[in-house]
């Protein structure tokens, strides 16, 4: 069936700058895709895209344009998959395919994806990099949640989780260097890590010199982040780390993240389920994701000074499942 597309970019300011070890910035760009029918259903999707793969919302906006009469057409999501690299831009098709299947058949998405049920997860809040009395502060506003992310870097890190974890002693701690570590720093900082309530660390080498983490000494359990992509990258990752952190805009879209996730979990790695910082348009596809996830970190919505209307509903880390009118 014929559909109409159009493609818009949005920017959504951050409450505060966000810092990781790359960088800071004062708002995320987006593209919102939106896929129309004689019939007047309509789905959408968002993405920000993979910016250290150097996606932005011109290149991403320009290769839906690109795809533009297929989709109009009535490209399904199989021929997308075929049509266009992993990144955002396949991601905001994808998920807009999604979304318009779910309301033209009166089912919700994870009914299409063959689940019989999905519930509320447990997500984690991210603290950026930031000094050391705005990181206090945020980790004693999330002090009642049961998981932080903390972003560090090659010189801030043991400082910084040990003010997270006097300010929240009970919550467990992801710890996101980013690629800024070696696996040397990485087993310095091990043992006292354990102590502060550290469960995971997300991507501590550069993309590239994961083989290093082979000479890892502690019991930490691993993520990859960076290093993960779609389900070709996934047997390199196998013996290096215990969890791979999936992400839609990495992946290009649900279809492929869900993928993902299967092939995962056959070779015994756990999984995760990220974000690329976006509202809850972005946020709802994950959720699908997050129903086979041991970590979430769905919390985009929580770091931007407004949200969509209608909301995911965020409360002490549980999100609740997105309503129909927002996606899927």
Not at 44 to 51: F, I, K, L, P, Q
Request: net charge negative.
């Amino acid at each position: 069936m014929r559909v109409e597309l159009s493609v818009e970019a949005e920017r959504w300011p951050y409450k505060r700058p966000f810092r990781v070890s790359r960088g800071a910035e004062e708002a995320l760009d987006v593209i919102v895709v939106t896929l129309r029918d004689a019939a007047g259903y309509c789905g959408r999707g968002e993405a920000a895209g993979v910016d250290y793969d150097g996606e932005t919302v011109f290149s991403l906006r320009a290769q839906v344009e690109g795809l533009r009469a297929d989709v109009e057409r009535g490209i399904d999501r199989a021929a997308l998959g075929a049509a266009l690299p992993p990144g955002g831009a396949r991601n905001a098709l994808d998920c807009a395919l999604w979304d318009l299947e779910a309301k033209r058949r009166g089912l919700r998405a994870w009914q299409l994806a063959g689940m019989a049920a999905a519930k509320p997860l447990l997500t984690c809040v991210t603290l950026g990099l930031d000094s050391a009395e705005a990181t206090a502060a945020g980790a004693q506003e999330y002090r009642d949640w049961p998981l932080l992310k903390v972003k560090v870097d090659a010189t801030r890190h043991i400082e910084v989780l040990r003010l997270v974890h006097a300010s929240a002693p009970a919550a467990r701690l992801i710890v996101d260097p980013n690629q800024s570590w070696s696996c040397e720093l990485l087993n310095e900082l091990d043992a006292e890590l354990a102590t502060l309530g550290v469960v995971l660390i997300e991507q501590p080498v550069p993309r590239g010199e994961d083989a290093s983490l082979r000479a890892y000494r502690g019991a930490i359990r691993l993520a990859a982040d960076e290093s993960l992509i779609d389900r070709r990258s996934l047997a390199p990752l196998r013996d290096l780390y215990d969890v791979v952190n999936i992400k839609l805009d990495k992946s290009g879209g649900l279809t492929e993240a869900l993928g993902v996730a299967g092939d995962a979990r056959r070779l015994g790695l756990s999984v995760m389920v990220g974000c690329m910082a976006g509202t809850s348009l972005a946020m709802a596809p994950g959720m699908l994701v997050g129903q086979v996830a041991e970590f979430v970190d769905l919390d985009g919505p929580l770091l931007h000074s407004a949200d969509r209307e209608p909301a995911i509903a965020y409360a002490r880390g549980w999100m609740q499942l997105p309503l129909p009118e927002l996606w899927g």
